[in-house]
C-alpha cells in the first residue's frame, strides 16, 4: 500500500457516528492537485492514528481508534473520532489531537475547524461552570434585568488609585461590575495588589452609599501559580470573582485556576483577548464558535461573545450561535451547526461588548434578550459629564429599552441619557 490508498481508509460514508464518539465539522480546501476525499482523509489520518506512510506496527485492534470521515458536503467535512483517543479532562491533549499538525499539512491549503460535537463521557471529566447563570445572578440578587459592567479607561496607563476611583463612579452610577481590561495586570504603574486593595475599598463605600451589591472582575492572568496566588488575595479582600485571558493564558493554566476557584467560591470572567488572531478568517483556524463551547466545558462561569453592532468584528449568525451554544441545555444543530446536548454542564453568562454606548442597547437587549451582561466602557467615559453620568445613562437606556419607550423619549426626563445621545446618537463605531 501506498501513502495515497492508506488516508483512503480514513475515508467511509457508511459510517454512522455513535454518541460515545466526538464529532469535528472542518471546513477543508485541499491544495491544488489533491482532492477533497484524499485531503479528508490526511486530516482524520494525522489527527487519530495515520501518518504519511503503511506501518508495520499496525494491527486491526488499533484500525479500531481509526478517526472515520464519514460526510462531505463541498468543503465541509464532519469527521467522527473514537472517544478512546482523547484523555478524559485534559483540553490540551484533545486540542493536539483534532487542532493540531492539520493546520500545518501541504496537502491542505486551508483548514478551519467550525464546531465540535462533545460525547457525554467527554462532557463528565469537566467541570464545567462552577457558577452559571443563575448563580452569577444570585450573587446581585438581579432577576429580571441584564447585568452591566465597565472598564475604566484609557484600559492602561491609570494608577492604582485613579483605577480605583473610577471604579466608584461607575458602582456610584449602577453599574454592577467593574472589570479590568485585557492587558491591565500588574504593571508598575497600577500594581496588582496595590489595584486590588484600593478598589475593593472604593467598592466597598459604593455598596453602602447604594445599597445595591457591586463586585470587580480584576485581572489575575499571569503564570499559574500567580494566578492561584491573585485569586487568594481576591477572596481575601471580599471578592466575588476573577478575570482571566482564557486564550492567552492557555486552557491548561484556565484549568487550574477554575480548580482553585472552586475551592475560593470565586466565579471566573473570560476574556477571548487573542481570539481573531485564529478565528477570524473564514477558511483558516478555528472558529469562536468552538472556542466558546471549549471555555463551556473547562468552567467559566461568563464569556464575551460580541455585539455585531460595535467595533469588534462578528456576524449576527456567529454571536447567536455562540449564545445559543453557551447557554442552552440542548443545541439541535443545523446548517454548519453540530447538535449538542450538554447534560449537567451549567450554562454560561455571555458578555456583550466592544463599542458600545446607550444609544445601542435597545439593539442588543432586541437581539440578545435579558441574559446577557451588558460592557460597556468607551461610551460610559466618553461621557460629557463624566464617568458617573455615563454609567447612569448606561442604565437608563436600559430601563428605557425593558419598558418599551424610545431613548429619544426617555431622554427627555433622563438628563444623563440626553447627554450621551447627543454625542452618539444611534451611531455604530467601525
Request: hydrophobic fraction near 40%; charged fraction near 30%.
Amino acid at each position: 500500500m501506498v501513502g495515497e490508498q492508506w488516508y483512503s481508509d480514513f475515508v467511509d460514508r457508511g459510517y454512522e457516528p455513535s454518541d460515545e464518539d466526538l464529532v469535528a465539522l472542518f471546513r477543508i480546501e485541499p491544495a491544488e492537485g489533491v482532492s477533497i476525499e484524499e485531503a479528508a482523509g490526511r486530516v482524520a489520518s494525522e489527527s487519530s492514528i495515520g501518518t504519511w506512510t503503511t506501518l508495520t506496527t499496525m494491527s486491526e485492534e488499533k484500525r479500531r481508534l481509526m478517526a472515520r470521515v464519514y460526510e462531505i458536503e463541498g468543503p465541509w467535512v464532519k469527521i467522527g473520532y473514537p472517544v478512546e483517543l482523547f484523555e478524559g479532562g485534559n483540553m490540551p491533549q484533545i486540542l493536539s489531537s483534532i487542532a493540531g499538525n492539520v493546520f500545518g499539512m501541504k496537502a491542505i491549503r486551508n483548514l478551519r475547524l467550525e464546531d465540535v460535537r462533545w460525547p457525554r463521557e467527554m462532557l463528565e471529566s469537566f467541570a464545567g461552570p462552577q457558577f452559571g447563570i443563575d448563580g452569577v445572578r444570585k450573587i446581585f440578587g438581579v432577576k429580571e434585568r441584564p447585568l452591566t459592567a465597565t472598564v475604566p479607561k484609557p484600559k492602561v496607563g491609570m494608577s492604582s488609585e485613579e483605577h480605583a476611583r473610577a471604579g466608584y463612579e461607575a458602582w456610584k452610577g449602577g453599574l454592577d461590575l467593574l472589570k479590568d481590561d485585557e492587558n491591565l495586570t500588574g504593571q508598575r504603574f497600577n500594581q496588582f495588589e496595590r489595584r486590588a486593595r484600593k478598589t475593593f475599598e472604593m467598592r466597598d463605600l459604593a455598596e453602602r452609599e447604594t445599597g445595591e451589591r457591586k463586585s470587580y472582575m480584576i485581572n489575575v492572568t499571569a503564570e499559574a501559580k500567580e494566578m492561584v496566588r491573585r485569586a487568594e488575595l481576591i477572596k481575601e479582600l471580599g471578592g466575588e470573582y476573577v478575570m482571566v485571558d482564557i486564550l492567552t493564558a492557555g486552557w491548561a493554566g484556565v484549568q487550574t485556576l477554575r480548580d482553585a476557584c472552586e475551592d475560593l467560591g470565586l466565579a471566573v470572567h473570560a476574556h477571548r483577548a487573542f481570539h481573531a488572531a485564529f478565528t477570524r478568517k473564514k477558511e483558516h483556524g478555528m472558529s469562536m464558535l468552538v472556542v466558546a463551547k471549549i471555555a463551556r466545558l473547562v468552567g467559566v462561569d461568563q464569556l464575551h461573545i460580541g455585539t455585531v453592532i460595535g467595533k469588534l468584528e462578528a456576524s449576527r449568525r456567529e454571536v447567536l450561535s455562540i449564545q445559543e451554544a453557551i447557554t442552552s441545555s440542548k443545541v439541535e444543530g443545523g446548517e454548519r451547526i453540530l447538535p449538542q446536548e450538554w447534560w449537567d454542564i451549567k450554562p454560561v453568562f455571555p458578555v456583550s461588548s466592544g463599542g458600545l454606548h446607550p444609544g445601542l442597547v435597545p439593539e442588543i437587549l432586541d437581539m440578545l434578550g435579558r441574559d446577557i451582561i451588558i460592557q460597556v466602557g468607551g461610551g460610559v467615559w466618553g461621557h460629557p459629564d463624566g464617568g458617573e453620568a455615563g454609567a447612569r445613562a448606561v442604565r437608563q437606556a436600559i430601563d428605557a429599552a425593558l419598558q418599551g419607550i424610545s431613548l429619544d423619549e426617555y431622554a427627555e426626563e433622563h438628563p444623563e441619557l440626553k447627554r450621551a445621545m447627543e454625542k452618539w446618537g444611534y451611531t455604530r463605531p467601525t
